[in-house]
């Protein structure tokens, strides 16, 4: 039978099969030092595929190689014996496998299950470094490379222990163990009421009283909160004694209310701005400690390790230049040993300036609030901090009524988490249209094109083109209909849903298809950090907080200050799950919205605006990251599809086609609804369509007859279901967000707890002690 693998193939992949692994291996690092930190600041799937791919292509291709290097071998010493010192420069190559296997310090996790396998990781570095030394064995005692090969096998080492520690501290169990305090039994109750016995026993008047035990920390008053605008320095201070007071959010801990009372004073003395700085670097702190080497690196051992691991590098780099003799070396396995150490020595300095450049180390530079007098590196070092401060740029809305707002825009490179909203809409995916965004921002390449067109005066040229491509697509539509190739189209399409159904990737295909990314504004923000703030001063007590943080629109209700019966509305909060509710919300959000358009004014335009961006942020969490709202969503996926086969049906027998959603809005408006569905269809089906028609028209009439701002009422309805999600979300959940680019309701739940919002604040405030009181 002959080989289908062609000879010549096989000759040249016994030859570079080493090379070209261990070259593979060393790339993947390059990447994963350089992409891993993008996934933080991005959401987008490519990025997130590419960095998933090369996490696990790292280890195979480093283990793979090892492998094929102690195969190879024996093979060697024994069968080509001229071939001995270049088989000494192979194994020299094993420990560098090692290094790779340690990984960069950017990412040592890609999903928080990943730190769960540390023991895994410990017997991986025992087997990898028997196979290394496997492998250096078969080559003495004539190694030449003896000294570099174990240099390079102790930073290797050192490496691989690294990552394996930071697994370690970074699972769950380990996690909340570190946070945990000294067991506290309280009193002797035994001894004290011993005696209190005998003291009775004596007939001596005795008592016990509590006496309250002054606090080891002075309890900060509201005078000590720092006023005033934070500079970088101090958003990171302040963001890192916040983040070592509220980590154990993440393991569902609890916290005393001296911790809740200073949190939320100093919230409260912030603006929205400098808040959500804050937190943002807060959220960066968690995200290092879950998925990076941080935690290990940033310690007096970790320093100390890392400079040996260094010196090891460059000491054998040292020995091996200068004084191991290369002539009896393949020229190729020389330079690409060379690559190997510019790889090894690059990958560390990079490592090293991250380092010295991270939130981790300005956090170390204590500099008190009145102290103007830092030292030039903390000064050099602050002017750094400038790069990453958030980025706003002004942009207008596309409405009727043209509103500045100020989007979020800090660089990809420097941004800690990706400044976007997602949204799905219920009436755009039933019509099949593509999404859109309330602003369309223009990147500064697209406006430095535009000011070159407007300058050379080629903008007539451009409209010519744009009017021949329009008669193009018109022409393209008239043969696609003569010619009978739409249908072929649409069967085309129907096929293809059914294979992507077929293999389980319909929903990561709609996430591509339909989800809207829309930017983050900054009055979007401030509207929500006030709406909160004002809920905090009345939660000074854990039974105010949990009631507050557990309302999902009616505190708002009852909280409206008006006269007005607001009855029908609370229903539609309080009489229903909160899934029904938030799709019933949501379809009568998309109703008003388009019905409107003719009505809109600046005064309303903001608060229509913050209802449908979390309108569909909503729907966009409960039907796509349906993890985020397991806690609350109940048979919300089920309500969804119902809905939108009911909306389907309707829109195909309106003939309505994708960007018609205003007309499709219209028409559902337009049914009669004197009856409610309930009434018509029985309770089988779990669409509400019409019933969110309904609301949306008790909405209309509150606002005609009663002269109440229904915009008003719902921007501030979805900001309480929002927190209430945001409250109700797994904490391990929001742990794993923050890799993948973070959510605006991940920033909700960390503030909530800054200001005294939740169920985690079960400590009463202060300490006592009993004391044996003898006499009156």
Not at 168 to 194: C, H, I, T, V
Not at 681 to 693: E, H, N, P, T
């Amino acid at each position: 039978m002959t080989n289908p693998i062609p000879e010549n193939w096989k000759k040249l992949w016994d030859k570079w099969n080493i090379r070209g692994v261990i070259l593979f291996s060393l790339s993947l690092q390059t990447l994963l030092i350089l992409m891993a930190p993008l996934r933080k600041g991005t959401a987008n799937k490519l990025i997130i595929l590419l960095i998933w791919s090369a996490y696990l292509l790292a280890d195979w291709a480093a283990n793979f190689a090892v492998g094929l290097i102690s195969n190879s071998q024996g093979d060697r010493l024994r069968d080509h014996d001229h071939l001995r010192e270049n088989s000494d420069l192979l194994a020299f190559w094993a420990p560098f496998l090692l290094l790779h296997l340690g990984g960069p310090d950017t990412i040592t996790a890609f999903a928080l299950e990943d730190n769960e396998l540390w023991l895994r990781h410990l017997l991986g570095l025992i087997f990898q470094a028997v196979a290394a030394v496997y492998v250096f064995l078969q080559s003495l005692p004539k190694n030449s490379l003896a000294i570099p090969t174990g240099l390079m096998f102790l930073a290797g080492i050192i490496k691989y222990l690294e990552r394996t520690r930071a697994l370690y501290l970074a699972s769950l169990d380990r996690f909340r163990d570190s946070m945990l305090k000294q067991p506290d039994p309280g009193p002797n109750y035994a001894k004290l009421m011993e005696e209190y016995a005998s003291k009775r026993e004596a007939k001596l008047p005795t008592q016990i009283i509590m006496i309250p035990e002054p606090d080891k920390e002075s309890k900060p008053t509201k005078s000590d909160v720092f006023k005033g605008k934070l500079n970088d320095l101090q958003v990171i201070n302040y963001a890192f004694v916040y983040f070592n007071i509220f980590k154990g959010l993440l393991v569902d801990l609890i916290f005393s209310f001296r911790e809740r009372n200073e949190s939320r004073d100093f919230f409260h003395s912030r603006t929205p701005e400098d808040a959500f700085r804050v937190i943002e670097v807060e959220l960066n702190f968690i995200y290092q400690v879950l998925y990076t080497k941080v935690e290990v690196v940033h310690s007096m051992a970790g320093y100390v390790f890392r400079f040996i691991a260094f010196g090891s590098i460059v000491s054998a780099l040292s020995i091996f230049h200068f004084h191991v003799n290369k002539t009896g070396f393949d020229k190729y396995d020389v330079r690409i040993t060379y690559v190997l150490f510019l790889g090894a020595v690059g990958l560390d300095t990079i490592a090293l300036f991250m380092l010295i450049f991270s939130d981790r180390t300005f956090a170390a530079l204590k500099v008190k609030n009145n102290d103007s007098k830092r030292s030039c590196i903390t000064s050099l070092l602050s002017w750094f901090l400038i790069l990453k401060r958030p980025v706003w740029i002004e942009c207008h809305t596309h409405h009727p009524v043209e509103i500045k707002h100020q989007l979020l825009a800090t660089p990809l490179l420097v941004r800690r988490w990706s400044g976007y909203v997602s949204g799905h809409n219920l009436v755009r995916y039933c019509l099949k249209g593509r999404p859109t965004s309330v602003h369309q921002v223009k990147g500064c390449f697209r406006l430095a094109i535009k000011r070159i067109i407007c300058f050379l005066y080629i903008d007539l040229f451009i409209r010519v083109i744009d009017r021949f491509i329009q008669t193009i697509d018109i022409a393209i539509e008239r043969i696609i209909h003569v010619f009978c190739i739409d249908e072929v189209f649409h069967v085309l399409c129907y096929v293809m849903n059914k294979l992507i159904d077929c293999v389980g990737l319909t929903d990561f295909v709609d996430e591509i298809r339909y989800a809207s990314r829309e930017p983050f504004t900054k009055e979007l923000w401030e509207f929500i950090f006030e709406e909160l703030k004002r809920k905090s001063q009345f939660a000074d007590d854990p039974e105010a907080a949990k009631r507050i943080s557990s309302a999902k629109g009616d505190w708002v209700l009852q909280d409206y200050g008006s006269k007005t019966d607001l009855s029908k509305l609370m229903s539609y909060v309080s009489d229903v799950t909160y899934d029904e509710s938030l799709l019933l919300w949501h379809i009568a959000t998309e109703l008003l919205y388009h019905c409107d358009d003719d009505k809109i004014n600046e005064k309303n335009d903001n608060d229509r605006e913050f209802s449908k961006v979390l309108s569909d942020y909503m729907l966009y969490l409960l039907v796509m990251q349906p993890t985020m709202m397991s806690a609350v969503a109940g048979i919300g996926k089920i309500r969804f599809r119902d809905t939108c086969a009911e909306a389907e049906r309707f829109f195909t027998r309106k003939k309505l086609k994708a960007k018609e959603e205003k007309k499709a809005c219209e028409h559902i408006m337009s049914v009669n609804t004197d009856v409610k569905p309930v009434a018509v269809k029985g309770d089988r089906s779990k669409s509400v369509l019409f019933d969110a028609s309904m609301l949306a028209k008790e909405l209309q009439r509150l606002e005609e007859e009663e002269k109440e701002d229904k915009w008003k009422l719902m921007s501030r309805i979805w900001v309480e279901m929002l927190s209430f999600s945001a409250s109700h979300c797994r904490a391990r959940t929001h742990a794993q967000q923050v890799s993948k680019g973070g959510e605006l309701i991940t920033f909700v739940w960390l503030l909530m707890a800054h200001f005294g919002l939740g169920e985690q604040f079960q400590i009463n405030e202060g300490h006592a002690r009993a004391k044996l009181i003898v006499g009156k």
